[in-house]
């Protein structure tokens, strides 16, 4: 059986409580997860709970089996005045011992008017350096929005120019806003990743679709062979979007994990 980290982005469970996404992937077999903190979009954790409450956050995940692997803590990091909201969110990563903390160089899901150079964002992330190494931590950057292609992210992260701020590989997020084929273009820059969402598409490029696991068009053998071919053992955490209008029930969700965890089953991976 191959052995990797592989965990649930708890993002999946989007317009669901932070529970039932426990609940769910515990269920399904899985022992990592994302949480997700993306303010205004899923705020299953967030910097401004108590401190009780997060420790029993803490201990509900502890008794399902899960381990934190990682933290979507995305805010608009070519905004200075979101790098304080960050720090919080690299805190919050350590609180719950993530050893990856997530976020797009731009707002995630957010309208967001601000744009800056690569220069100046990197500028911005160096500032976070400190804290990310007190924490032991390492931030990675997803292929999202403007920077909608593994070069783009590479771009920035080649600016950065240290070791602490590598690639998040966003398997459909390529071809949704980079249009991109994903296999070249993480063969182009796997050096640099670190860190991997592995997203199915289906349905048009330009259309939110993302379904299980298996039941798009993203050739995750392809995209494996790739990573294992550079001996890159970067995490793999799932992250499931569904359509527009999201999932019908939290039931469909559920069957969602478990079909992605079966695919991957099939693939020769364990859990």
């Not at 709970?49 to 399902?64: D, G, P, Q, W």
């Not at 731009?106 to 601000?114: N, R, T």
Request: glycine fraction near 8%; charge should be negative.
């Amino acid at each position: 059986m191959k052995q990797r980290i592989i965990a649930v982005n708890s993002n999946t469970y989007h317009g669901f409580s932070l529970d039932e996404a426990i609940e769910g992937i515990a269920q399904a077999g899985f022992h990592y997860i994302e949480l997700t903190a993306t303010k205004g979009w899923t705020e299953h954790v967030c910097a401004d709970m108590t401190f009780s409450k997060l420790c029993r956050i803490k201990e509900k995940l502890s008794n399902a089996g899960l381990g934190v692997i990682g933290m979507s803590g995305h805010c608009n990091l070519s905004d200075g005045e979101r790098l304080k909201d960050f720090a919080d969110n690299i805190l919050l990563a350590h609180f719950f011992e993530a050893p990856f903390i997530v976020s797009s160089a731009g707002e995630a899901h957010l309208k967001d008017k601000v744009q800056s150079a690569n220069a100046v964002v990197a500028k911005n992330i160096r500032t976070l350096v400190p804290l990310l190494r007190r924490c032991d931590m390492r931030l990675v950057i997803e292929v999202h929005g403007e920077h909608g292609s593994g070069k783009a992210v590479d771009a920035l992260v080649t600016e950065i120019d240290l070791p602490d701020v590598k690639i998040n590989y966003d398997t459909a997020n390529a071809i949704f806003y980079g249009g991109v084929d994903p296999a070249a273009d993480l063969a182009a820059v796997v050096s640099n990743v670190a860190y991997l969402h592995i997203k199915d598409k289906a349905g048009e490029k330009n259309e939110w679709n993302f379904p299980a696991l298996g039941k798009g068009f993203v050739d995750f053998p392809k995209l494996f062979s790739i990573l294992d071919l550079h001996d890159n053992a970067s995490p793999l955490s799932i992250e499931i979007e569904f359509t527009k209008d999201g999932a019908k029930d939290i039931d469909e969700v559920n069957r969602a994990v478990r079909d992605s965890a079966d695919y991957l089953m099939r693939l020769g991976y364990t859990l």
